[in-house]
């Protein structure tokens, strides 16, 4: 049985954007793309800003309690928090972020081995602190990256942003297979059974409602995870047998 899915087949969870120093003197999260999705913050507390790299260059857009901001697949974005910032977050494609989506803008020597890139990423399996630890250093490492784009994108010189495009790409290559398949079961499926639906109606017919039903959607337990922009909170939306 096809469990029902969260609207859109995306993605929740919650995030408190790093609170710690980077070494270009910005507070926040890690620089990263999303090469498939597209991604929002609904922005619940404190303020920020979200600077932004595609191919109209560096933006940077003001964060606030209220703000709705969201960002289409190729659009590097680092968490800049400027105090307090605290955002739900939207993603498209759920799950597709977690099976390797999303590439971090380590500098070109990293992206360029993916035995480098897979140390630098990881997390380690030590205690909360040591992963803390090791989450900074994720975070300066990607901020060092993210600095010779930003400088690229402020003289107008596209060539490190194709480059580190090409490299992401070739980073994922092997694990993109998959892709289709969640692709099909979540977000295509759940469109496909809308336009079912309207077609119905459109010739006047009852659309079958036998999985009408309410979800809710359980919060991850324990500690919170270490996410790329900061403190994460995950949902499961995966939907669950029906209530009886």
């Known amino acids: 049985m096809t469990h029902p899915t969260f609207p859109g087949a995306t993605g929740v969870s919650r995030l408190d954007v790093y609170d ?99 140390d630098a990423t990881s997390l380690g399996d030590g205690d909360d602190e040591s992963r803390a630890a090791q989450a900074t250093r994720r975070r ?21 942003l194709a480059a580190f495009y090409t490299a992401a790409a070739r980073l994922v290559r092997g694990r993109a297979h998959d892709w289709s398949a969640l692709i099909e079961r979540g977000p295509l499926a759940q469109a496909n059974r809308s336009l079912e639906r309207v077609r119905a109606l459109a010739d006047g017919l009852v659309p079958s409602y036998d999985d009408a039903t309410v979800q809710t959607a359980p919060p991850s337990p324990g500690a919170r995870g270490f996410g790329m922009c900061g403190r994460l909170r995950t949902y499961d939306l995966r939907g669950g047998p029906r209530p009886r």
């Open 140 to 160: 300066d490492l990607a901020v060092a990256g993210f600095s010779i784009l930003r400088d690229a994108a402020e003289a107008g010189d596209p060539a490190p």
């Open 20 to 118: 710690s120093l980077a070494p270009d003197g910005l507070v926040g999260g890690t620089p990263h793309v999303h090469l498939v999705s597209t991604e929002a913050y609904v922005v619940t507390a404190g303020r920020g800003k979200l600077m932004t790299i595609d191919g109209a260059g560096l933006r940077e857009t003001s964060l606030a309690e209220g703000a709705v901001v969201w960002f289409t697949p190729g659009t590097i974005h680092r968490a800049v928090n400027e105090g307090g910032l605290r955002v739900v977050v939207l993603m498209s494609n759920a799950g597709l972020p977690e099976a390797g989506d999303a590439v971090m803008t380590f500098p070109p020597e990293v992206l360029a081995d993916p035995v480098s890139y897979a």
